[in-house]
């Protein structure tokens, strides 16, 4: 065998002895299941993950944008499947917003009320509360749309943030026309100069888009 050879089969040698050390290193690190070792190891695991998704979170979802004319909601889910992840966070962020609109609309319906001089009217006020509580649920918020979207690959899957946008128009219309279901309190309530120039503004809207059809 020629000298060349032979120091071709040494430096060979070498390098497959660094590679097998370097697996079982690898495989070593990893403790016993069950162990106390392996549940810290875990742990750490779960900590890095976690400081990993911190990371890439988007600033929309730590804050999410604020605006006259729309509300902005975000939401986030895992899955091991990557569309349904999206999924779960559109309904996750659905039923946020339904919250949100539910909260914001029924807050602005009692200073209707107030505006209408029938506060001390008590069968009234409870009429505006049931019609305030029913204006939005998570499969009635039709107008939404998903503004932003980002997919994390996580341990169990894939992690997915969105971003959910609703004209707020949307929900004054959907307050106006949930209030004319009740001719009572809808005649009493537009005693509030308020809710009147809100009815007249979104009846001016509806017959501006159909006369641009």
């Known amino acids: ?15 497959t002895a660094v590679l097998l050390s370097s697996v079982l290193v690898g495989c070593s690190s990893i403790p016993e299941v069950g162990t106390p070792a392996f549940s810290q190891y875990k742990k ?5 993950q976690r400081v990993e998704v911190m990371e890439e979170m988007p600033d929309w979802f730590m804050e999410p944008p604020v605006g006259d004319d729309y509300l902005y909601v975000a939401a986030t889910a895992i899955s091991p499947d990557l569309q349904m992840s999206i999924d779960k966070a559109v ?20 200073r209707y009320v107030e505006g209408s001089g029938n506060v001390e009217n008590i069968e009234f006020v409870q009429q505006m509360e049931r019609i305030s509580q029913s204006l939005f649920t998570d499969v009635n918020t039709s107008g939404y749309r998903v503004t932003e979207k980002k997919l994390i690959k996580v341990q169990k899957g894939y992690r997915a943030f969105v ?3 609703y004209p707020l128009g949307n929900a004054n219309y959907v307050l106006v026309e949930g209030v004319k279901k009740n001719q009572k ?10 809710f009147a120039a809100l009815e007249d503004e979104i009846e001016a ?3 501006v888009t159909k006369n641009s059809k």
Do not use: F, P
């Open 205 to 207: 809207a509806r017959g």
């Open 91 to 110: 309904m996750d962020g659905k039923t946020n917003l339904a919250d949100r609109l539910n909260s914001l609309m029924s807050g602005k319906l009692k």
């Open 163 to 165: 971003l959910i946008e």
């Open 1 to 15: 065998m020629k000298i060349d050879d032979r120091e071709h089969n040494l430096v060979r040698n070498a390098v």
């Open 185 to 194: 309190a809808h005649a009493k309530l537009r005693a509030s100069k308020a």
């Open 44 to 48: 750490e695991q779960r900590e890095e």
